[in-house]
Nanobody, 128 residues
Framework: QVQFVESGGGLVQPGGSLRLSCVASGFTLHYYNIGWFRQAPGKEREGVSCASAKDGSTYYEDSVKGRFSISRDNVKNTVYLQMNSLKPEDTGVYYC?????????????????????WGQGTQVTVSS
């Protein structure tokens, strides 16, 4: 049974940092493209960052470039999202996602919402 356990969300002041973690079980993460989507209040879900299993290439949504970093630990079957210089507009529910098409690019995964499994989401609130 595929399962995700997400953690690391919370309330942070503008300019602060958070690291989201997503522990996957029920499958081997190594062969899957990984990503993080978010849903801000009143908005649709959007791809924040994705990474290819094939070549390790990454994609970042324009507003988070230079501030967010996606990574994985295949031994721990865990996906991470390091978020720095957080802004109020980063507020939302963040979802850990995976996609099993080994040939898909990170950009396609994020921009076309190529998702096989979703995590339950973790709330991130950036406010003073």
């Amino acid at each position: 049974q595929v399962q995700f356990v997400e953690s690391g969300g919370g309330l942070v002041q503008p300019g602060g940092s958070l690291r989201l973690s997503c522990v996957a079980s029920g499958f081997t993460l190594h062969y899957y493209n990984i990503g993080w989507f978010r849903q801000a209040p009143g908005k649709e879900r959007e791809g924040v960052s994705c990474a290819s299993a094939k070549d390790g290439s990454t994609y970042y949504e324009d507003s988070v470039k230079g501030r967010f970093s996606i990574s994985r630990d295949n031994v721990k079957n865990t996906v991470y999202l390091q978020m720095n210089s957080l802004k109020p507009e980063d507020t939302g529910v963040y979802y850990c996602v995976v996609h099993g098409d080994f040939g898909a690019t990170a950009q396609a995964m994020c921009e076309m919402t190529l998702i096989d499994f979703w995590g339950q989401g973790t709330q991130v609130t950036v406010s003073s």
